[in-house]
């Protein structure tokens, strides 16, 4: 798979690695999809606690 970033974007990736938070791309793209997914949960739980409501 090829993503395309803005240069903000990987300007953000490489501080992120340059600040020791990081070793690598891979593992910085690894713990933004973690977190996506966390909300994507998150949210979906919020939905479901919504509809037992009404």
Do not use: C, H, W
Request: aromatic content about 4%.
């Amino acid at each position: 798979m090829n993503i395309t970033l803005s240069p903000e974007q990987e300007k953000f990736i490489q501080s992120q690695i340059a600040r020791g938070n990081y070793q690598d791309v891979e593992q910085v793209i690894k713990e933004a999809l973690t977190i996506l997914e966390i909300i994507n949960q998150e949210n979906d739980q919020k939905r479901l606690e919504e509809l037992r409501k009404k």
